[in-house]
T-cell receptor, first 114, second 118 residues
């Protein structure tokens, strides 16, 4: 069975400093991985996706993630945090054997201090 | 090109009433997924439907919950005899036929329906 684990339930950074949101996955084959962002009282927005092409994936709003098979990780990074980045972030794996059903991590809440 | 539309945005029901949540997928999308987000938790898969078919309902509670995606009209998630524990945000997502990324093309999410049971 596929699963994802987000290692931090809450991350706090200062504006202008780097962001690192950690995600490890478990999969018996090469997975498809996604990061979604959810702003308060809003729906989910796709940040980026990995589907066995380049291991370094660039997304929207300056975010990127690197797929590391040896570490079974797909951490999300951004060089410089902005106040508008404060939101909940979900690491997600897609189960190809079940019609592309998405399996979500528990989420990481990112706070950005001025 | 409208995205996934869910209505109502907020729904308040008293215990024992019925809740009906609607989802209109993106134009051209024939796959619909429903997810539930309980407070302080991530999203949990409920059901996956294609037009007129339930493909995977492994995440649906066995009682009181049902879903449909008719040939015409929106997908409906129906909760009968609601209880306080049903209070949550319910998200619908849609996907088209296999595209560039095959079955792993990303889902497009609606803004959710926030159900409150009093």
């Amino acid at each position: 069975a596929q699963s994802v684990t987000q290692l931090d339930s809450h991350v706090s950074v200062s504006e202008g400093t780097p962001v690192l949101l950690r995600c490890n996955y478990s999969s018996s084959y090469s997975p498809s991985l996604f990061w979604y962002v959810q702003h308060p009282n809003k729906g989910l927005q796709l940040l980026l996706k990995y589907t066995s092409a380049a291991t370094l994936v660039k997304g929207i709003n300056g975010f990127e993630a690197e797929f590391k098979k040896s570490e079974t990780s797909f951490h999300l990074t951004k060089p410089s945090a902005h106040m508008s980045d404060a939101a909940e972030y979900f690491c997600v794996v897609s189960d190809r054997n079940q019609g592309g059903k998405l399996i979500f991590g528990q989420g990481t809440e990112l706070s950005v201090k001025p | 090109n409208a995205g996934v539309m869910q209505n109502p945005r907020h729904l308040v029901r008293r215990r024992g009433q019925e809740a009906r949540l609607r989802c209109s997928p993106m134009k051209g999308h024939s796959h619909v997924y429903w997810y539930r987000q309980l407070p302080e938790e991530g999203l949990k898969f409920m059901v996956y439907l294609q037009k007129e078919n339930i493909i995977d309902e492994s995440g649906m509670p066995k009682e009181r919950f049902s879903a449909e995606f008719p040939k015409e009209g929106p997908s409906i998630l129906r909760i009968q005899q609601v209880v306080r524990g049903d209070s949550a945000a319910y998200f619908c997502a849609s996907r088209g036929l296999a595209g560039v990324y095959g079955n792993n093309s990303p889902l497009h999410f609606g803004n959710g329906t926030r159900l409150t049971v009093t």
